[in-house]
């Protein structure tokens, strides 16, 4: 080495791989092979197969279950039902709202598909099998699958369990089928700001019903070995931790006879939050078989039964002055949970982060109120790729300012920059009580604008629209925009927990004594690239290449204790963990090199990879020659070895932000659409791996994309899901999906580490808002308000038709 | 119910097995063959996870009965690249980030191997076409239709150096 050119600080820094670098990732080599490795590739010696028996109706009672026809079958191994699970106290489970929800049918169903029974069987053909041959008296009960009708005093009571209980853990209930009235902000400032405003804008915003639907469904796979008391249970868990705490609680088992592994898992996007009744049955079952036992839900399993999100019916107000200045906004929530509370939200905010619903905007006053409803649909209000309710909030305040233009005859790009929380304003303290941490609006919003030419798009727009009139297209021109904030990264211990469990996150470092290492996190991937990223994080923090540290996650066996990924909170919260954990390295390395350099520790310096003496360059350590002293020398006052584990438990949540223009062709004759355009300007704070940025961008605007256009779980008045399987919830393919044009500045918050605020779910948030709002953009002309989402071919044919453009 | 006597050859190995007549390929590739690259991601045949070559055409194995493939040709996922090196196209996905979860990514890689057989040279329209039985919930397919057209330019140029 020393007869060689010494590298430059450039080339070391390069070597590392670390932060802004567009690393390829590690992951790559298994999955582009076939080797990952799902749930459903897990295969146990003498493992059985789990199946369920679901409910036809929405509303009734079961009178009787007869399985004599199904345990007749060869192959069937037993069926369970909630007489065999009540003596265990698990026919019923606590859902994550503070609700309890069924795990099999308690005399009553509640939602069409809900678990009925649980056949196990040697393979999963007769586990399918045996389940149809399972027998079930229904006696029908009035359905309601409209939260407005299940709050009418005659409604019929949908939870009898929760008969004359005029509170729950939200508080108040005001009739049988209400759950909680959550509310925050200055309801009577607001009211006044709003009754003495010279302008008002009025909407009911409406976002629908849909599903996270990730490619791999959920499943599971217990293990009960009842030689060591030891229960391992492998599956599609967003929060392996939790699942074991939550599983320890239930059965009763301790909870380090527990071990509980996440492999890798097939896209979550928020469905893998929730704990179904799946997970439970095949533990169960295990316990009571001493069998591996294996569950595995279809696609119309998933999408009836596991996880929906959003059904948020928002009457909104905002008001302005003439000038378009506003100065106040009050939002009630008619929210549908469905027939179980099992929202995935920190547990003090039953409405999720919806009062992020001031969005990018110095509104001075608000109030909000947020109603949860038990109708007959499935269970869940899990967050779809996006932090809790977040997507709720900015689809809301989007739609109200682009309301709002219309009723002051501005424009709407003009309105939102006249509004926006100026630079100078951060930490900005909002009227719903978040402390916005960072942001430069006026700079992303300028850019994005001159980056579409916005101008010229206007005046496109405005000739089209002529041209329309002359009868010399059919095609009018939409221009959507969208500036939006999240919130994400929860959370601070102090206000955010789940179950009780303060949403910290961890990781553990363990440098080699060759100077490689291994980094263990409380957090998951799901698809985001942990092992590349985190590595890229520690790389810059420790000087060791980023190709030379092994990220692992997901085994509660060895992993420290988190809270999981969700609610884009793996960079903001796991991230910072390892920033910290990697300092907590740096420093015990300080001390191993002054020692080997015998020097105070205070005359050394780091740089890139190294300690350097202050002053003489030629004398230095590197991180490399220090994990080896670290553990082959013996050091006076130093623990041999070189360790460090990091549970951070952030100060503030971050607020990354975006600039979405989408500019949209639709055809008023067909109802077709053509993304002629969409630019994506995303602020995330630092940027750790812009590759994997841009590629999180392209997914949570497809996402974004699929839900704005047509995806959507709908039910009929009876109950029945109308939209169980591929064939009818929309996901586009790569026919309909446009390419996208990313852009980006840098605005770093100020209390991570090292400064990131997370992007996975930001696409997601403002790309729904920027695909609707060009659709009525494009009929703003003709007079069009409000219609509700999916924007499919046939509302925008009948939105047309409506607007007497059919002639 | 009764078994059928099956023999296949799978990524260039030949296989024997005996399977009920309704079984699916899928699950005799994954649970009787231990090949689990192939994946399932729904009951309808829309996700394209399942995808396999058979004959030379691009299949959904969930679509096929494991009888129906009695004496065939099937390449998997499995039966592209090698421990020691990636296929073009799995460099290429690499290369461009054209996969997130890696769920959908066995079938996508595996049909659009058959696509470029089919059409050597494609444009983005025809990536996209011929790549819309296959869903992806990550990427949002750009990546992926960047990573197929490199992969083509990559194979085309190795043609031709070669002829």
Redesign the interface.
Known sequence: MNDMTPPTREERVEKLKGLGCSR??V????????????V??I?LPGMLHGDFVRSPYAHARVKSIDASAALALKGVVAVLTAKDLEPLNLHWMPTLAGDKQMVLADGKVLFQGQEVAFVLAED??IAADAAELVEVEYEELPVVTDPFKALEPDAVELREDLHGQDSGVHGKRRHHNHIFLWEAGHKEATEQAISSAEVVAEEMVYYHRTHP?????CGSVASMDKVNGKLTVYGTFQAPHVVRTVASLLSGIEEHNIRVVSP????G?GNKVGVYPGYVCSIVASIVTGRPVKWVE???ENLMATAFARDYWMKGRISATKDGRITGLSCHVTADHGAFDACADPTKFPAGFFHIMTGSYDIPVAHVGVDGVYTNKAPGGVAYRCSFRVTEAAYFIERMIEVLAIELGMDAAELRAKNFIRKEQFPYHSALGWEYDSGDYHTAWEKALKAVDYEGLRREQAERVEAFRRGETRKLLGIGLTHFTEIVGAGPVKNCDILGMGMFDSCEIRIHPTGSAIARLGTIS????HATTFAQILASEIGLSADSITIEEGDTDTAPYGLGTYGSRSTPVAGAATAMAGRKIRAKAQMIAAYLLEVHDGDLEWDVDRFVVKGAPERFKTMKEIAYAAYNQAIPGVEPGLEAVSYYDPPNMTYPFGAYVCVMEIDVDTGTHEIRQFYALDDCGTRINP??I??QV??????ALAIAMGQEIAYDEIGNVKTG???DFF?P???E?P??TTDFTETPSPHHPIGAKGVGESPNVGGVPAFSNAVHDAFRAFGLRQVHMPHDQWRIWKTAHDLGLHG | MSRMHITLTVNGEERELLA?P??LLI?VL??KLG??????????S??G?CTVEMNGRSVKACTVFAAQADGAEIT???GL?S?DG?HVL??A???H?G????????GM?TRAHRLLQENPDPTEEE???G???????????????KAILAAAEEMNTVKEAAE
Not at chain 1, 698 to 703: A, Q
């Open positions: 390829k990732r992951e790559d080599v298994r999955f582009t092979h076939g080797k990952g490795n799902y459903d590739d295969k999963r053909y639907c990730p490619l791999e469904t890798d898992i097939g896209g996007f279809d696609r119309m799901q698809g985001q690239g590759m994997i841009e590629g392209h997914g949570g605007l497809t996402e399987t591929l064939m996901l393919t790569a026919w999906t390419n996208y | 009920e309704r079984e699950h994954r649970e090949l689990t690259g192939p994946h399932i991601g729904c009951d309808t829309h996700c996870a998997t996922i499995e690249g421990p990636l799995q460099q996905f690499r290369e980030h996969l997130q979860c890696g769920f959908c990514t066995p890689i990536v996209r076409f790549m819309a039985g296959n869903l992806c919930r990550c990427t949002g397919y750009q990546n992926i239709v």
